[in-house]
T-cell receptor
Framework: ETAVFQTPNYHVTQVGNEVSFNCKQTLGHDTMYWYKQDSKKLLKIMFSYNNKQLIVNETVPRRFSPQSSDKAHLNLRIKSVEPEDSAVYLC???????????FGPGTRLTVL | GQQVQQSPASLVLQEGENAELQCNFSTSLNSMQWFYQRPEGSLVSLFYNPSGTKQSGRLTSTTVIKERRSSLHISSSQITDSGTYLCAMVDGGSNYKLTFGKGTLLTVTP
């Protein structure tokens, strides 16, 4: 049963455009994450938020900006996308300190 | 930084054979998870297994913290088991982010 929801499922855009991805979790967790899986299939952490506070920022380009309105939502905005931003973006949630993470279905971004 | 090595990178089995997937960690770990990744990219959590052995149906996960390794055993493989299997670890000093291996691509043939 899905408890971490992501929209959209797919998005195709052109270089230089702005995109936004949404993530919502209904598990009551206090920590949310964004991961990126590139063309080489390696999954890497991008950001982590705990109760709307940024706790992890893994040297991500400035055009990426996470936005959290409450602990159940963590959105990702990309200003002026570039071809290397084509990837699958996965959102996850957990309790801080509980280690086990629950993932959403992912958003596949294609930049033309 | 910590590294996660998965082996083999790919594996081809005939239906009914068993599979053993390995994960080795370069640093001490607080926990680890095994995932199955569907072709469209979504992740299915198979096991959250910080230590010891856990079983679910035909799948068994064993983590030995002292030896910094974990394994996933698939018995009596089925064609529907085909896909990518990922392991990931949490280092307690990392703000709880998961560090992933590169995955094992399993293909089960008739």
């Amino acid at each position: 049963e899905t408890a971490v929801f992501q929209t959209p499922n797919y998005h195709v855009t052109q270089v230089g455009n702005e995109v936004s991805f949404n993530c919502k979790q209904t598990l009551g967790h206090d920590t949310m994450y964004w991961y990126k899986q590139d063309s080489k299939k390696l999954l890497k952490i991008m950001f982590s938020y705990n109760n709307k506070q940024l706790i992890v920022n893994e040297t991500v380009p400035r055009r990426f900006s996470p936005q959290s309105s409450d602990k159940a939502h963590l959105n990702l905005r990309i200003k002026s996308v570039e071809p290397e931003d084509s990837a699958v973006y996965l959102c996850a949630s957990s309790w801080l300190g509980a280690y086990e993470q629950y993932f959403g279905p992912g958003t596949r971004l294609t930049v033309l | 930084g910590q590294q996660v090595q998965q082996s083999p990178a790919s594996l081809v089995l005939q239906e009914g054979e068993n599979a053993e997937l390995q994960c080795n960690f370069s640093t001490s770990l607080n926990s680890m998870q095994w995932f199955y990744q569907r072709p469209e990219g979504s992740l299915v959590s198979l096991f959250y297994n910080p230590s010891g052995t856990k079983q679910s149906g035909r799948l068994t996960s064993t983590t030995v913290i002292k030896e910094r390794r974990s394994s996933l055993h698939i018995s009596s493989s089925q064609i529907t088991d085909s896909g990518t299997y990922l392991c990931a670890m949490v280092d307690g000093g990392s703000n709880y982010k998961l560090t992933f291996g590169k995955g094992t691509l399993l293909t089960v043939t008739p």
